[in-house]
């Protein structure tokens, strides 16, 4: 059964930092790209950063671009969003997912950034930053 476990969430007050985890298992997912995404309540679910199957290719949404950093680790199966300088728009629940391995060879950098390219997903883990 394929897993996705986010991890690392929390309460953190606005300018402060939180690093989210994302734990795969079930299948290898070293040829996966793979995606964070948010959601707020009350809104749609929003690509928040991206990264290719090698970790050589790295995709950031504007609003985050320059305070989070994206990375994984494909011996662990993991990847990881660091983020820094949080404001309270950044209060969402956080959802990790993969690819499924469908990017490894094609050239369609603007696929890492739509939600329809990922095929897994985690549950998720709220972030919440205080003003």
């Known amino acids: 059964q394929v897993q996705l476990v986010e991890s690392g969430g929390g309460l953190v007050q606005a300018g402060g930092s939180l690093t989210l985890s994302c734990a795969g298992s079930?299948?290898?997912?070293?040829?996966?790209?793979m995606g964070w995404f948010r959601q707020a309540p009350g809104k749609e679910r929003e690509f928040v950063a991206a990264?290719?199957?090698?970790?050589?290719?790295?995709f950031y949404a504007d609003s985050v671009r320059g305070r989070f950093a994206i990375s994984r680790d494909n011996a662990k199966s993991a990847a990881f969003l660091q983020m820094n300088n949080l404001k309270p728009e950044d209060t969402a629940v956080y959802y990790c997912?993969?690819?499924?391995?469908?990017?490894?060879?094609?050239?369609?950098?603007?696929?890492?950034?739509?939600?329809?390219?990922?095929?897994?997903w985690g549950q998720g883990t709220q972030v919440t930053v205080s003003s």
């Open positions: 079930g299948r290898t997912f070293s040829f996966d790209a």
């Open positions: 997912g993969t690819d499924g391995g469908g990017l490894r060879y094609a050239q369609a950098t603007y696929a890492y950034g739509r939600r329809s390219t990922y095929v897994f």
């Open positions: 990264i290719s199957w090698s970790g050589g290719s790295t």
